[in-house]
T-cell receptor, first 113, second 114 residues
Framework: KAGVTQTPRYLIKTRGQQVTLSCSPISGHRSVSWYQQTPGQGLQFLFEYFSETQRNKGNFPGRFSGRQFSNSRSEMNVSTLELGDSALYLC????????????FGPGTRLTVL | AQSVTQLGSHVSVSEGALVLLRCNYSSSVPPYLFWYVQYPNQGLQLLLKYTTGATLVKGINGFEAEFKKSETSFHLTKPSAHMSDAAEYFCAVRVGTSGSRLTFGEGTQLTVNP
């Protein structure tokens, strides 16, 4: 069974631009979560989508948004990029329950210049 | 709200020595606890998890962890370190009211010396 895939793997943008990252979950998984990983702040939860609805949201500004499609694929968008948005963005998928394992993708490395 | 504290951002051991990575959690409700490993330029891989039942949990690659409610701890151990164990390790907690949201500790970088 294929794992979680994320595209693109690497991205370079400049301040003020916007970016869209994509995540394809493991087949059959209905929950997709996004995390931001930086050296200074560690791993921080962005949001979770389940059955096309945002089920949970972390403490990030409104510039960070996401959505989920009917096939469970998810995208996250960051508008008006700032230097501090440079990070590894990780996507994770799971079946649905709170005890379920979250499987992580390899991440998208975003660099903002 | 739940939280996780990992004691020691860097741990160094010799090959063949015991590995002990410490994790303490804070949660007002019964938690689900996880250990993940991250190799350079990769995502997170699950080592093991505690949900309910047996408090000693065995995971992949010879790792295990024990859930101790009285100490609010979930330390990760491996009897004999291997060079391939060098990586960053993250402890995480999830509670039933937070959906699939994981709250992670700061991570522990494990170095294995020959």
């Amino acid at each position: 069974k294929a794992g979680v895939t994320q595209t693109p793997r690497y991205l370079i943008k400049t301040r003020g631009q916007q970016v869209t990252l994509s995540c394809s979950p493991i087949s059959g998984h209905r929950s997709v979560s996004w995390y931001q990983q930086t050296p200074g702040q560690g791993l921080q939860f962005l949001f979770e989508y389940f059955s096309e609805t945002q089920r949970n949201k972390g403490n990030f500004p409104g510039r960070f948004s996401g959505r989920q499609f009917s096939n469970s694929r998810s995208e996250m968008n960051v508008s008006t990029l700032e230097l501090g948005d440079s990070a590894l963005y990780l996507c994770a998928s799971s079946w649905a329950g709170v005890a379920d394992t979250q499987y992580f993708g390899p991440g998208t490395r975003l660099t903002v210049l | 709200a739940q939280s996780v504290t990992q004691l020691g951002s860097h741990v160094s051991v010799s090959e063949g020595a015991l590995v002990l990575l410490r994790c303490n959690y804070s949660s007002s409700v019964p938690p689900y606890l996880f250990w993940y490993v991250q190799y350079p330029n990769q995502g997170l891989q699950l080592l093991l998890k505690y949900t309910t039942g047996a408090t000693l949990v065995k995971g992949i690659n010879g790792f295990e962890a024990e859930f101790k409610k009285s100490e609010t701890s979930f330390h990760l151990t491996k009897p004999s370190a291997h060079m391939s164990d060098a990586a960053e390790y993250f402890c995480a907690v999830r509670v039933g009211t937070s959906g699939s949201r994981l709250t992670f500790g700061e991570g522990t970088q494990l170095t294995v010396n020959p």
